[in-house]
């Protein structure tokens, strides 16, 4: 099993910055997609960034220029740095991370955070 343990979201004024942090533990073999996503109240699910293994990213366009996406493979951990925070940021972000697992055998695996609270005040 693999287990993701997230932390860093809180409550911040507008303009003002917050780091994410998403822990992936448990039999893992390999680790090929890390990203965030976020869901707003009354929203649906929406994809905020990702990070491939090789380290290419994709971005929404809508935190491009604000957001960086990284990742420590060595210790199975991808960040999420937000500045220039927006109240149409308040939401509750989730990591997801995708790769292969090693116990009880060798398989893809997908995973996700338990969510993290971003509130971004005007």
């Known amino acids: 099993q693999v287990q993701l343990v997230e932390s860093g979201g809180g409550l911040v004024q507008a303009g003002g910055s917050l780091r994410l942090s998403c822990a992936a533990s448990g039999s893992i073999l390999s680790i090929n997609t890390m990203g965030w996503y976020r869901q707003a109240p009354g929203k649906q699910r929406e994809l905020v960034a990702t990070i491939q293994s090789g380290g290419s990213t994709n971005y929404a366009d809508s935190v491009k220029g604000r957001f960086t996406i990284s990742r420590d493979n060595a210790k199975n951990t991808v960040y999420l740095q937000m500045n220039s925070l927006k109240p149409e940021d308040t939401a509750v972000y989730y990591c997801?991370?995708?790769?292969?697992?090693?116990?009880?055998?060798?398989?893809?695996?997908?995973?996700w955070g338990q969510g993290t609270q971003v509130t971004v005040s005007s």
């Open positions: 997801d991370v995708r790769g292969t697992r090693s116990s009880p055998y060798s398989a893809p695996f997908a995973s």
